[in-house]
């Protein structure tokens, strides 16, 4: 179970399992045993913003008048590994959010790339192209969707100007041409639907591995789990952004409103990144530019 701020107490009752106080990077937990069930406790204290975990356990001979147990105790960082061999389930106390199915098994990639690398950022470029390649019949259907859409374009121009008067002849007149030369306007959003979840679930890992904090990239970039400091990795991003929207012309019947929002798209982007982690940065980079 994980809670987040408590108003009540809040009980369970399991055998084995953990309750822990849990920070972004460490985290120190009572580990219970496969031998015994324990009733583990999470309480808030006076509403000062404190709270007692812990847990009861019964003697097994429940006559006892004394008995002994072994209290097992971890205190330290949050590293995957190490919290899969302690106890069932203690790496749930990494939080690897909403796509924490894809998230997993990235860490499990990224500290095997890692132990073949020894280098954090070396590691995250090797994922990413991993990722590209597992992702490439996606992508190269987005490709092929694109180059038919190009090619429809002049068409959709000349739809435009015949019936621009008519719009609802003009729409009918349009899918026509979509079914005609087999074109989807919406192919090429595909590969940008289908990487947003790995997209998610690197930023969680970049986010919440101790692993990468003080890892450095080299030069300028000290920290892969904090900010560029000196924005070079958004600004690259958005540059690769513009110049990929000036080699992919907007479509004819996009309006003023969406074209002025495609248009300052890599600037939104760009600033995001001023804020999110180095190494998510340079995953987004190497992925455009490999896209691109």
């Known amino acids: 179970y994980r809670f987040r701020g408590i108003d009540e107490p809040l009980y369970f009752y399991s055998k084995g399992g953990w309750v822990a106080y849990i920070q972004k990077y460490f985290f120190s937990a009572f580990l219970g045993s496969d031998d015994h069930y324990y009733r583990y406790f999470a309480q808030p204290k006076n509403n000062e913003g404190l709270f007692r975990i812990g847990y009861t356990i019964e003697p097994e001979e429940l006559d006892a008048i004394f008995y002994e147990h072994e209290h097992r105790v971890f205190i330290g960082p949050k590293i995957r590994s190490d919290l899969l061999s302690r106890s069932e389930n203690l790496e749930l106390s990494i939080d690897m959010g909403w796509f924490w199915f894809i998230s997993q098994p990235m860490v499990f990639l990224l500290d095997k790339v890692n132990g073949v690398t020894n280098h954090w950022g070396l590691s ?3 994922v ?3 990722l590209k390649i597992l992702l490439w019949p996606v ?3 987005g490709f092929r969707g694109m180059a038919k859409m190009r090619k429809v374009n002049p068409l959709m121009r000349e739809l435009n100007e015949a019936y621009k008067n008519d719009p609802q002849k003009l729409r009918t007149e349009m899918m026509k041409l979509y079914s005609r030369e087999k074109a989807n306007p919406l192919a ?3 590969p940008a639907i289908v990487q947003m979840p790995f ?3 690197f930023f969680f890992v970049l986010r919440e591995m101790v692993e ?3 890892a450095p990239l080299g030069f300028w ?3 892969l789990a904090a900010p560029d400091p000196l924005f070079v990795l958004p600004f690259l991003f958005g540059v690769i952004m513009f110049l990929t929207q000036k080699l992919n012309p907007q ?3 996009m309006d003023a409103t969406q074209a002025n929002v495609m248009k300052y798209m890599p600037v939104m982007f760009s600033l995001f990144f001023v804020i999110f982690p180095a190494g998510l940065a340079l995953y987004t980079v190497v992925t455009v530019s490999y896209t691109h």
């Open 221 to 223: 970039i000290t920290d």
């Open 139 to 141: 992508t190269a259907a």
């Open 212 to 214: 990468l904090r003080y």
């Open 199 to 201: 997209f998610i679930a």
């Open 188 to 190: 090429g959003c595909l």
């Open 128 to 130: 990413t192209l991993l």
């Open 124 to 126: 995250i470029v090797v």
């Open 251 to 253: 479509p004819p019947t």
